[in-house]
């Protein structure tokens, strides 16, 4: 968190190293398309969070203080290393997540993507994501993480009602979340989305269609619609447990979900995963990567990442956490140039049930191109044609397969669309 009489001289900084990658892109011209085992995305956590959300269980901290050089400098270590060890040549997408990378300086951000396009090649089209709040940022701080880099954000409204905001713990109020929104909308016009929650204890179908309804009069093109999760440990869990609110309505909640993708659907917007809907082709790139199971690094605490570290001889896709606790993954960096701290090898099996657990998410599902650069010898086809258990789902009409894909029938999917 930088200090005020800092941030025009780190916001100056931001756009230094911004232009100087832009220029180095430049020069060296754009690189053909590299192969998938060299290619990835790359995901940024920044732990720090003003305050802690009464639903939320991510990994995230509300510190004292924060030595933001310290942890630009491990982020930028471990970025480095990653890479190195991935064998990545180019880095498709970048995702600054948290906790709140909003309250992280814009220096920090462009730091860290001038040191992932100097370890491989992060091109000046890529897609670049910051999530915010919608208090944390002002429009000059929005356009200095634009002069740094981000060319995307992703704005956690939650609600439009501000009761609904106070239950949640949020620190913003609706008409904060539309003022963010719309300046949001000026600096990166066409690259804002924006989630909306459902299923909230005492949530009823008709206010919350309201709002989102009014969400589209105002919203970009791309909107996530989350169901709450209570999670253990979480406020918002004691409270429900102990009986001061009442739980969530799991049918209510399925029939929000329905309206709510009927009313998005006939504003436009295609459903191309489960939560995600985007309108004018605004697919989020670094998600998709994550649906279509390519390869990702995860860099900063408690990050997750799947790839195979062939910089260092490996052959196998790993899934890989680096270390929770923020000071603790920065002794480990400082230490080892990472914070990993936990590596699990994937067997062919492990690595094709993700392939389906994920691509069955979206509106596309498993193609049978898709499935053939994880498993080249059996066709889907061949896995699934004689199950007893698929030929059910399909007599049934809740799944489809045929000689494109296989895919979930009337779930995320409304047609049949390219890939993207």
């Not at 995702?95 to 992280?104: C, E, K, M, N, Q």
């Not at 179908?205 to 309201?210: F, I």
């Not at 195979?308 to 400082?334: C, F, S, Y």
């Amino acid at each position: 968190m930088a200090l005020p009489g800092t941030r025009a001289r780190g916001w100056a900084a931001a756009a230094k190293i911004a232009q100087r990658r832009r220029h180095a892109e430049g020069a060296r011209g754009s690189s053909s398309r590299a192969p998938p085992s060299s290619r990835a995305a790359l995901y940024v956590h920044w732990p720090y969070c003003e305050k802690r959300c009464s639903y939320c269980n991510f990994n995230k901290y509300v510190p004292r203080g924060v030595d933001e050089a310290a942890m630009r400098s491990c982020l930028v270590t471990e970025a480095q290393t990653l890479l190195r060890l991935s064998g990545v040549r180019r880095v498709e997408s970048v995702f600054f997540g948290g906790g709140t990378p909003s309250l992280a300086s814009p220096s920090t951000v462009a730091a860290v993507l001038e040191a992932v396009d100097q370890a491989a090649h992060l091109p000046a089209d890529s897609e670049v994501t910051l999530e915010a709040n919608p208090t944390s940022p002002s429009g000059a701080r929005l356009a200095a993480f634009g002069a740094a880099g981000v060319n995307r954000l992703s704005i956690g409204l939650q609600s439009l009602d501000d009761t609904e905001l106070q239950l949640l713990g949020r620190t913003h109020s609706a008409r904060d979340a539309l003022q963010t929104l719309a300046e949001a909308r000026r600096l990166f016009p066409g690259r804002v989305s924006v989630d909306l929650m459902l299923g909230l204890p005492a949530q009823q179908v008709g206010p919350w269609l309201g709002q989102l309804r009014m969400l589209l009069g105002r919203c970009d093109d791309h909107l996530s619609l989350y169901q709450l999760t209570l999670e253990r440990g979480t406020a918002l869990f004691t409270q429900v447990q102990r009986g001061t609110l009442p739980a969530p309505d799991p049918e209510l909640a399925a029939e929000m979900y329905q309206e709510g993708r009927a009313v998005l659907r006939e504003a436009g917007f295609r459903q191309y995963e489960v939560s995600n809907f985007a309108r004018n082709g605004a697919l989020s790139t670094h998600n998709w990567t994550y649906w279509q199971c390519g390869q990702y690094l995860g860099i900063g605490p408690g990050a997750h990442g799947r790839f195979v570290p062939q910089g260092a001889g490996g052959h196998t896709r790993e899934a890989r956490i680096q270390t929770l606790e923020p000071d603790n993954w920065m002794k480990e960096v400082m230490l080892f140039g990472h914070g990993t701290r936990r590596r699990v090898p994937l067997g062919q099996l492990e690595l094709l049930e993700e392939v389906l657990a994920m691509g069955l998410r979206t509106d596309v599902g498993i193609t049978h191109q898709h499935w053939q650069q994880f498993e080249p010898q059996l066709s889907l086809w061949d896995v699934f044609g004689a199950s007893e258990e698929v030929k059910a789902l399909l007599a049934q009409g809740l799944l489809l397969l045929d000689h494109r894909c296989v895919v979930v029938a009337g779930g995320a999917r409304a047609r049949r669309p390219r890939e993207p």
